[in-house]
């Protein structure tokens, strides 16, 4: 089985397909414990001096631990067979660690997000699932020259088959899976 997360500030989109890139299962998850501030670099951190500010981000980021490592345990569970990869849209890896520069234009508008999905490739690979980055705006056209003729039936057909909801974020994550196999 392979995973593929489209995020978002405190939940995703999780799509779990299997090799022939059948969707198994889909549904959101959840990155954050009721109640904790989902942007805390971007939003609720901008009043606060570096120390507070970090101090937030700490608290939340272990928060988003709890929360996305149970939700991806109790997708496992729901599975029939194990989880191989998870693929989350990429980030510059020289993405800077120090709260007081991430909260710096161009960084803090980005620094949330790469939180969080630095959380679910430590909670990949502590699981022992490969992680497998991609860029948003291509994969879905990189998955449809993989697919050849069976792209529409692919990347759409779990609309018809499984019914709404089936968004953008449902076909980028399954693209995803696609290009990781």
Known sequence: MRLGIAHHFGWAVAVTASADHRVVDRRRIEL???GMPAA???REGKPLDDAAAAALVAKVRASAVRAASASLDQL???????IVSMSLRSWPLDFPDDIAIQRRVPYESRADSIMYRNVLAELAHARGWMVHL???RDVEGQAV???GDRANEVLHGPRAALGPPWTKDHRIALAATVMAS
Request: aromatic residues 6%.
């Open 76 to 82: 496992a569970a729901a599975l029939p067979e194990p």
């Open 134 to 136: 991609y860029n948003a």
């Open 40 to 42: 805390p670099i971007h």
């Open 32 to 34: 954050i414990e009721p």
């Open 145 to 147: 020259s993989v697919l």
